[in-house]
Nanobody, 126 residues
Framework: VQLQASGGGTVQAGGSLRVSCKVS????????????VGWFRQAPGKERELVGN????????DYADPVKGRFTISRDNDKNTVTLQMTSLKLEDTAAYYC????????????????WGQGTLVTVSS
């Protein structure tokens, strides 16, 4: 599977931004719905960390404490897209955001994800 993240940009603190991840199967039998998807972020000078994840059919999500109540992950398997909606953005949300995919159940650990998209940069300004 191939992943492509898009939608990053600069937003003022308190604002909202949506980033998307296109999940494309490599073969005709490789479907986006076969993969759980995680969102991770990496701020300058810091290690990459979990933002949240979503299961294959989109009825279960999990979020890291710093973003709970502010970020929402959803997916549309017909459109092969996973979306990260971010609201009430804070300066500390500035980071490169990555989507990643794995078969089976979602995981909070990045080491279990086999496929990664390129990062999309989100900058929150004061």
């Amino acid at each position: 599977v191939q992943l492509q993240a898009s939608g990053g940009g600069t937003v003022q603190a308190g604002g909202s931004l949506r980033v998307s991840c296109k999940v494309s199967g490599r073969t005709s039998s490789d479907y986006a719905s076969d993969y759980a998807v995680g969102w991770f972020r990496q701020a300058p000078g810091k290690e990459r960390e979990l933002v949240g994840n979503i299961n294959r059919n989109g009825d279960s999500t999990d979020y890291a404490d710093p973003v709970k109540g502010r970020f929402t992950i959803s997916r549309d398997n017909d459109k092969n897209t996973v979306t990260l909606q971010m609201t009430s953005l804070k300066l500390e949300d500035t980071a490169a955001y990555y989507c990643a995919a794995k078969k089976g159940l979602p995981s909070a650990r990045e080491k279990w994800y086999d496929y990664w998209g390129q990062g999309t940069l989100v900058t929150v300004s004061s």
